[in-house]
């Protein structure tokens, strides 16, 4: 696919926290990662306003298995509280994605050099990403490398389908919609021999209203143009 990016990300531990599960404090994982969360990790290899990252599809490598953890959370108010936490143990997994322009940025049009854009993201896919790596909450350290999609063995190879329930797809946010609105995308995703293919954002229907929310100014003042930070890498700057 054009401007694609494979990638396969792992750690010790992953916390993809079903909201439903905070209310009383304690946190309980997801068993796969959701869209957000697998977005938010290709926005940490590499991220501009002027683009949209569509995370197309995941394969889990390792067999879903928990652990739980005692944790003291910060009890701002004073005292000390105990918190039980469950996380995914030992997660791997093979992501494919890729970048469009955002229709509803034309004011970085000066930004939209494709090429560019793709040559730096896969740049810094093998330098392991231009800001930490994180599965799901910072706690849950992550290291990203490149591969190929599909490539390797998979516990879940020959599985066939494992329906998940209801889960969050992600969150829309104004500059990605052209909507003044927070809004919350709810899907079912299913798992077929391991791999679950994402509808993009707009295809979702389950979509509910969180806040009003404004979006974010970006302009040549505080957004560094394509062309300048592929000369920087060129003349061997910083990742």
């Not at 969360?37 to 990252?53: F, H, N, Q, R």
């Not at 108010?77 to 918190?83: C, E, I």
């Amino acid at each position: 696919m054009r401007n694609s990016i494979e990638f396969v990300v792992y750690g010790k531990y992953a916390l993809f926290t079903d909201p439903l599960t905070k209310m009383g404090g304690e946190k309980l994982s997801y068993q796969v990662p959701s869209y957000q969360a697998l977005k938010g990790i290709v926005e940490s290899i590499y991220w501009k306003p002027t683009l949209l990252m569509v995370v197309d599809e995941v394969r889990i490598m390792n067999a879903i298995r928990m652990e739980s953890k005692g944790i003291r959370p910060i009890e701002y108010g004073g005292g000390n509280t105990l918190a039980n936490y469950t996380y995914l143990k030992d997660p791997c997994y093979q992501v494919r994605a890729h970048f469009i322009f955002n229709p509803h940025r034309p004011d970085l049009a000066f930004d939209r050099n494709e090429n560019k854009h793709h040559n730096i993201l896969l740049r810094s896919l093998k330098a392991g990403g231009r800001r930490d790596i994180y599965l799901g909450a910072r706690e849950c350290q992550g290291y990203v490398e490149p591969c190929v999609f599909g490539e390797g063995k998979s516990y879940y190879d020959n599985y066939g389908e494992l329906h998940l329930g209801t889960m969050v797809h992600g969150i829309n946010y104004p500059d990605e919609t052209g909507r003044n609105e927070m809004e919350v995308r709810l899907w079912n995703p299913v798992m077929k021999d391991g791999i679950i293919q994402f509808p993009r954002p707009d295809q979702c229907k389950q979509i509910r209203k969180i806040a009003e929310m404004e979006p974010k100014t970006f302009n040549k003042d505080n957004v560094e143009s394509v062309d300048r930070l592929y000369n920087q890498l060129e003349e061997g700057g910083n990742q």
